[in-house]
Nanobody
């Protein structure tokens, strides 16, 4: 059974930083495109960062320059480094990995940006 286990969420003050991790198991992780999404209360789930298996990345405009997606294929882990956090970044963050018809999601981790 494939599992994606997220960690690293929490409460942080505006301007602070957090690093989210998402560890996968039982997949050929290096083949997969990895991505991070977020969903704020009452809003749809939006993709904020994506990285292909060959390392190409793309970001939503409102996180560009502040967030960085990266991966460690040996550890089967994808990361999201979040800097200069704003209250509007408050949301549940989800990792996603997909390849061909295979698509898996993490359980979500809460990020709250508040003073």
């Amino acid at each position: 059974q494939v599992q994606l286990v997220e960690s690293g969420g929490g409460l942080v003050q505006p301007g602070g930083s957090l690093r989210l991790s998402c560890a996968a198991s039982r997949i050929a992780f290096e083949l997969y495109t990895v991505a991070w999404y977020r969903q704020a209360p009452g809003k749809q789930r939006d993709q904020i960062a994506i990285q292909t298996s060959d390392g190409n990345t793309n970001y939503a405009p409102y996180v560009t320059g502040r967030f960085t997606i990266s991966r460690d294929n040996d550890k089967k882990t994808v990361y999201l480094q979040m800097n200069s956090l704003k209250p509007e970044d408050t949301a549940v963050y989800y990792c996603n990995v997909h390849w061909a018809s295979l698509d898996f999601w993490g359980q979500g981790t809460q990020v709250t940006v508040s003073s």
